[in-house]
């Protein structure tokens, strides 16, 4: 990696006003990844947002890369310390799901957007977002928690052929290039939002709202876990966050898994 680029971080103030967030968030050309950098760096206040235009070493899920070419993606992530006794870790994967949703029909109103279970937003059924969820121990009761996102904004259609033909971006969909801070913006307030309602509330209004947004919940799905793919209903997420199967041999969990809808047959007369 180019150090240089990487220490060159801009520190931008927010345009509104935060209850969680820190209202500066820091902005670099170029970095490994935005998780990586929050996860190593203990001189940042809890809530502070990093972002890059380059990742040389985005994380993805499932020990994934996660690539994107320079100011084509929003890229950034929050840092947070936490009491996980009260909040497990998966609520911050489902509260930046639900905040990214509505921060992107703020800029696109009446899009078909949905969340899709572990950690995706899909646009027209679609992967328009990848939300990846890090933490590490500071002391028996507190934790370093980072959220990454990462939101396709500028890709051409083009971009979106053969092993990523599952994905878009918000360009492919709207046909026109979209600056990215009008998509960050919202999405951090959402964000913002989203983290005083798990501080005052707990985390399950914000279940309550995924639950709301995932369309695949109460369908056919098929789960890939890696090893085998196992077709049931998407009946639930169980207390943990896991996603609960239910299949012609009973209930299974899944906490890492690829989901897919099945199209359901039509039934024959
Ligand atoms: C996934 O869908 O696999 C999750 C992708 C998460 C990507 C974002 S981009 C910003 C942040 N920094 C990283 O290295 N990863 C996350």
């Not at 050309?29 to 890059?52: C, E, F, K, W």
């Not at 993606?73 to 639900?98: C, G, K, Q, R």
């Not at 980072?146 to 053969?162: C, H, T």
Request: charged share 20%; net charge positive.
């Amino acid at each position: 990696m180019d150090r240089s680029k990487q220490k060159s971080a801009q520190i931008r103030t927010l345009p509104f006003e935060t209850r969680i967030l820190h209202p500066q968030m820091l902005h670099f050309a170029q970095i490994d990844s935005t998780n990586s950098y929050l996860l190593r760096q203990h001189v940042h206040p809890p809530g502070t947002v990093v972002m890059a235009d380059y990742q040389t070493h985005g994380k993805g899920r499932l020990g994934r890369s996660w690539l994107s070419k320079e100011s084509e993606s929003l890229l950034f992530s929050i840092y947070l310390t936490e009491n996980l006794h009260h909040y497990p870790l998966y609520a911050f994967t489902f509260l930046a799901a639900v905040a990214v949703h509505d921060g992107l029909l703020h800029c696109i109103p009446n899009s078909a957007l949905e969340v899709k279970w572990p950690n995706d937003v899909l646009l027209n059924g679609k992967k328009v977002c990848g939300i990846l969820v890090q933490s590490r121990m500071l002391s028996a009761n507190e934790t370093r928690v980072v959220i990454g996102i990462g939101i396709n904004i500028n890709q051409p259609a083009s971009f979106f052929q053969n092993d990523l033909r599952f994905g878009t971006s918000l360009f492919a969909y709207r046909g026109e290039p979209l600056e990215r801070r009008a998509v960050l913006d919202p999405v951090l307030q959402a964000i913002d939002r989203q983290l005083l309602v798990l501080r005052e509330q707990g985390a399950a209004p914000i279940l309550e709202k995924w639950k709301r947004y995932c369309h695949s919940l109460g369908k056919s799905v098929a789960v890939d876990d890696g090893q085998q793919i196992q077709r049931g209903i998407f009946l639930g997420l169980a207390p943990d966050g896991g996603l609960i199967l239910q299949t012609a041999n009973g209930k299974n969990i899944f906490y890492a898994a690829d989901v897919s809808l099945v199209k359901e047959e039509p039934e024959c007369s």
